[in-house]
């Protein structure tokens, strides 16, 4: 099953023509395009019911994200043919940038039947496939989909002109209000919290933005803290994600490398997101890690 968001910004008509050709001459195809908010993960649902093979999503990593949530635990493998503006789950596992390119490295994979299986996070009821977040990553996220136009044309300068407005107005000098408690591990108290199943977080371009530099695909999970944020972490901060990453070193930073889950309760109601899809307020989160549970046509 092909399943297309006709809204994300590489999914022309003509490309999406051209990408259903190229499977139906090789595979018994069946295409299906996205009408609504978590409408990928009822069609790959569906998918799994009828017995089909796998599921290739042509979208962002949210339309990624939500055909996951169907085929975690089962048999279908997932491929992915980026089209949306960071395209983290592809770029981070090889995946051709250029869809008709992706096309036919996920053709290679289905006729070779070559996969890969992987862990996938949980939080709540939400399996994510790279990130989580609670805090400034999610408040970002929700800024960014508020305007959904200006994210079209500006990409990456939408996501970097909101991060740096929440960072400057809303948390900087902002108190903790989230207390993370990991097994064995004393409770911290954070401003932020970012849970990475793998890196990087997103990207900048070219550039990887590595909240968790030490996450791999095939480990455990990993999480970044801040407990404050001033006027001068800003700058570090963004040196550190992208340049450095010595900021998984700093006292006013917490991180914890390679663990089975963890859980987040905030005093009030606070932004969250999975793999860059804005989820909503919430006080508490319980994520966790589920070993080998997804195949990927990668």
Not at 17 to 43: G, N, P, Q, S, W
Not at 116 to 144: C, H, K, N, W
């Amino acid at each position: 099953m092909l399943i297309v968001n006709p809204r994300s910004g590489s999914a022309s008509a003509r490309t999406t023509e051209v990408i259903a050709k190229a499977l139906a001459a090789d595979f018994k195809l069946e295409r299906a395009d996205t009408t609504a908010r978590l409408h990928a993960a009822e069609l790959a649902a569906d998918a799994v019911d009828r017995g089909f093979d796998a599921v290739i999503a042509f979208g962002g990593d949210g339309t990624v994200n939500e055909a996951a949530q169907a085929l975690v635990g089962s048999e279908v493998a997932l491929g992915i043919l980026p089209g949306g503006t960071a395209n983290v789950m592809a770029r981070s596992t090889g995946v051709p940038q250029d869809p008709i390119a992706a096309t036919a490295f996920v053709s290679a994979h289905l006729r070779s039947g070559t996969r890969r299986r992987i862990p996938v996070g949980q939080i709540e009821d939400r399996y994510f496939l790279f990130s989580a977040g609670m805090g400034l990553d999610a408040e970002v996220v929700r800024r960014t989909e508020e305007h959904p136009e200006g994210k079209r044309k500006w990409r990456e300068w939408s996501f970097l002109a909101k991060a740096l407005n929440a960072a400057f107005t809303q948390y900087r000098g902002a108190e903790p209000q989230i207390t993370l408690q990991v097994s064995g591990e004393e409770p911290q108290r954070l401003l932020l919290a970012i849970c990475c199943n793998a890196r990087p977080l997103t990207y900048f371009k070219r550039w990887p933005v590595d909240a968790c530099p030490l996450a791999r695909l095939d480990g455990g999970l990993d999480i970044f803290g801040m407990k404050k944020v001033r006027t001068l972490t800003i700058p570090r901060i963004a040196w550190g994600v992208l340049v450095s990453r010595n900021h998984i070193k700093w006292r006013s930073g917490h991180y914890l490398h390679d663990i089975e889950g963890a859980r987040l309760t905030a005093d009030q109601p606070m932004p969250v997101q999975v793999d860059g899809d804005y989820l909503g307020q919430w006080t508490d989160a319980e994520i966790t890690l589920l070993p080998r549970a997804l195949d990927l046509l990668v």
